[in-house]
């Protein structure tokens, strides 16, 4: 708490996402995915998806994402993945990214739990508990700009509760 109230952040190690998912979705999976032609990424912002599922390179803007919401449902998780591989979706992306998932949950769970205790207000657990909506946003970022501060993005604000970064060292995933 003393780090979120003075720092507003602090870093977790949490060791249960096994390195063979963490291989697998930062290695082949993330780069499938980025892989995906444009017109086809781009159908994600013009279908029953939430606003702007997909978020292309733009002058100014020197990453692409894509959002899966509600993504510990699998049927968020499925229909994000049949939008993007029709006929047959991607069964391997809907394994690795939903292990991924589970265990991320799992560690914003706990993170949420001793955030509501050291409030004092553990009464309220249930009906927090029943509002969340987990997303997932997918982001490769071109390195940065400057290479003093290494600052990759500029500063901004998340708007949920708890943001989770996973950081992954650079790659060039298009090679």
């Avoid at 109230?5 to 602090?10: A, D, K, L, R, Y």
């Avoid at 995915?33 to 939430?50: A, E, T, Y």
């Avoid at 394994?95 to 799992?106: A, D, Q």
């Avoid at 909506?133 to 949920?160: C, F, G, K, W």
Wanted: charged content about 25%; some cysteine.
């Amino acid at each position: 708490m003393e780090a979120l109230e003075t720092q507003g952040f602090f870093e977790a190690v949490y060791d249960d996402v096994s390195s063979e998912t963490l291989e697998e979705l930062f290695g082949p999976v993330l780069k499938e995915l980025f892989g995906v032609p444009l017109d086809v990424k781009m159908i994600m912002n013009h279908s029953d998806m939430p606003y702007e599922a997909y978020a292309p390179r733009r002058p100014g803007c020197n990453f692409e994402s894509l959002k899966v919401d509600d993504a510990s449902s699998d049927s968020s998780l499925s229909n994000f993945v049949a939008l993007l591989w029709p006929p047959n979706g991607n069964p391997h992306f809907c394994e690795v990214v939903g292990t991924y998932i589970r265990k991320i949950r799992e560690l914003e769970t706990m993170m949420r739990l001793m955030v509501v205790e050291a409030l004092g207000v553990e009464k309220e657990w249930e009906s927090l508990e029943k509002s969340v909506v987990y997303e997932l946003r997918m982001t490769e970022y071109d390195a940065p700009e400057n290479q003093e501060t290494m600052v990759a993005m500029s500063t901004h604000l998340d708007i949920n509760i708890i943001t989770i970064l996973r950081q992954q060292k650079a790659r060039d995933w298009r090679s």
